[in-house]
Structures are given as structure tokens and as C-alpha cells.
């Protein structure tokens, strides 16, 4: 018997937090964090963190647990994954999913095995410092004379994942993107739903334009001054977070906080769109169109639990 888990994704700004709760209590859930900012402490604005109040009693794994300055990736990720699994299992509930970072996601479903890439640190070093001499517009160059289908999966502002495709071709001669396609074709070892939030591509944007007005009248300038105060660079991977490289911009005085605000919106807009582009490249996935149902929650929740023949009684 394969265990169950239940995956909650779309892009930012979707609604997939109030969904979530709403899923959890109905199925007897945990959720684990599945965002590549939510995990970082001092971070909470601008990773649109889950507030205490707003958990509604359903325990969150993954939330508040880093440092900005401590290193977390997919690896690191899949690792406290399994581990929050284990105790979801053990208090005989269902493990949920929930965000928007879709190779984390499929790291999980599909136990994707890291374990066979080799490091070179000294290449690994040459590549930041070409980086940083000549740009990630032209490591993301030489990324794609190498792997192309990799270039055009990872984005050219990506260093870390840039990096990493051009050191698996150095090490093994073969492409990243041929290794990641074979472990996605790979069987997942859990009964898994897989849920896609979605929404009508000019309502998600008025809701990402809307949500930065929001972040930013909540004080989202005064926690990315903080965390300068506190030392933290935007060499940090954490400090690259939409919204807080842009006002730190704003801060050292490349720009002003029109153009940083204009610049949230704008990339985060991007970054919607490419995540909708991912998810639909993903297999034995539900999508849930906020629309067809005429954003009636209760609705959305009645044909998420339909899906779910696995579930617990109600909690």
C-alpha cells in the first residue's frame, strides 16, 4: 500500500494558503511548506508567510525554521520533507503540500534522486566569479550552448540552478535536463492528488498588483531595512526573494522606491506566469479553475475532497 499525499499548488497569489486550511481541516491534513522563502525567519511580509492566527489549529512543517543566511535548496528541502512526512504519517494524518515552488514539489512526488551528482568546488567557483564579472546573462549563454532544454527551463536570473545544469555537464558530459526527465518519468511511491489552483491570467495579475500595495502599506520596507541592519547582503540566495532584492536596491540608492515597486510587480507577474508554464508541463495533475466555479470556496473544497478517496473523516 502506497501512503497517501496530497499536493495544493498554483502561483503566487492564487489563494492557495486559505485553500489549504480549508483542505487540512476537511481530509485530517498537516501541511509542509513547499515555498523557497516561507522556510526563512525575519522574512514574513514579503514571503506572504502564514500568520499563527491564520493556521486555524493545523500544524505547519516548514515555516519560520532558517536563518536567512543558512543555505536551502532542493536537496535540503526534499530531506526536512520526508522528515515532516514521517510525522505526519506517525500522527495518522495525511501530509500536504502546499506552495508554489514546482521542482521542490516534484523532488518530493517523485523521490528524485540527488544522491549520483558529484561536486566540483573549483569549477563551482570559477562560474559565481564569471558571474559576477560578466553576469547571469551570460552564464545563462553558456548554459544553453551546453543543454539547451535546460536553458529554457531555468531562468536566466537563476545563478544557483545555472550553476549547478554547467557542473553536472562538466562532471558527466551528459545534460542535466536529460537526467531530470528521466527521474520525472519515474513512478511516485505515494497515492498522491495533485492540485493545481489557478485563475483567469488578468484577475491573478490585479491580485499580485494588489497583494505588493498590500506588503508594502504592511511594512514591507521597514523588514527588508531590518534585515540590512542585520547584515544580510543580496549575495544570500534568501535576499534574492522578489521584493526584498528590489528594495535593497531602493536602499543602497540604485533606484528609486517608485521604480523598486514597480519592479515587485512586474517580476512577480513573470514569476506567476512561468509557474503556470511549469505546472502545465506536469503529469496526473487536477486544475482547478477558480473561475468555473465562480470563486465559490466551498465549491473548490467539495471537488478537491471528491478527488480524494484516501481521506480521514473530517477532523
Not at 71 to 82: G, L, P, S, T, Y
Amino acid at each position: 500500500m502506497k501512503q497517501p499525499l496530497i499536493v495544493l499548488t498554483g502561483p503566487t497569489a492564487v489563494g492557495k494558503t486559505k485553500a489549504s486550511i480549508g483542505l487540512a481541516k476537511a481530509v485530517g491534513g498537516e501541511i509542509i511548506s513547499a515555498d523557497s522563502m516561507q522556510v526563512y525567519q525575519y522574512m514574513d511580509i514579503g514571503s506572504a508567510k502564514i500568520r499563527p492566527d491564520e493556521m486555524g489549529g493545523v500544524p505547519h512543517y516548514l515555516v519560520d525554521v532558517l536563518k536567512p543566511e543558512e543555505e536551502f535548496h532542493v536537496v535540503r528541502f526534499q530531506q526536512m520533507a520526508k522528515d515532516a512526512m514521517k510525522q505526519i504519517y506517525a500522527n495518522g494524518h495525511i501530509p500536504i503540500l502546499v506552495g508554489g515552488t514546482g521542482f521542490y514539489i516534484q523532488a518530493v512526488l517523485y523521490d528524485i534522486d540527488f544522491t549520483e551528482n558529484k561536486s566540483d568546488p573549483k569549477y563551482r567557483r570559477e562560474l559565481e566569479q564569471y558571474a559576477k564579472d560578466y553576469g547571469a546573462a551570460k552564464l545563462h549563454d553558456r548554459l544553453r550552448a551546453a543543454d539547451p532544454k535546460a536553458a529554457q527551463e531555468i531562468h536566466a536570473n537563476n545563478v544557483k540552478r545555472i550553476i549547478r545544469a554547467l557542473e553536472y555537464h562538466h562532471l558527466t558530459g551528459s545534460c542535466i535536463s536529460v537526467h531530470n526527465e528521466v527521474q520525472r518519468a519515474k513512478e511516485s511511491p505515494y497515492e498522491f492528488r495533485y492540485f493545481v489552483l489557478n485563475d483567469e491570467r488578468s484577475r491573478l495579475y490585479k491580485r499580485i498588483d494588489a497583494r505588493v500595495d498590500q506588503m508594502m502599506e504592511d511594512g514591507l520596507l521597514a523588514e527588508v531595512r531590518d534585515l540590512k541592519n542585520r547584515g544580510y547582503t543580496r549575495e544570500l540566495v534568501s535576499m534574492q526573494g522578489l521584493g526584498y532584492k528590489e528594495l535593497l536596491a531602493y536602499l543602497e540608492g540604485e533606484i528609486t522606491l517608485e521604480e523598486a515597486v514597480y519592479r515587485i510587480k512586474r517580476d512577480t507577474r513573470h514569476f506567476a506566469k512561468r509557474q503556470i508554464t511549469w505546472f502545465k508541463r506536469e503529469r496526473d495533475v487536477i486544475w482547478i479553475n477558480k473561475n468555473e466555479y465562480g470563486y465559490n470556496e466551498d465549491a473548490i473544497l467539495e471537488t478537491m475532497k471528491k478527488q480524494i478517496p484516501f481521506f480521514h473523516s473530517e477532523v
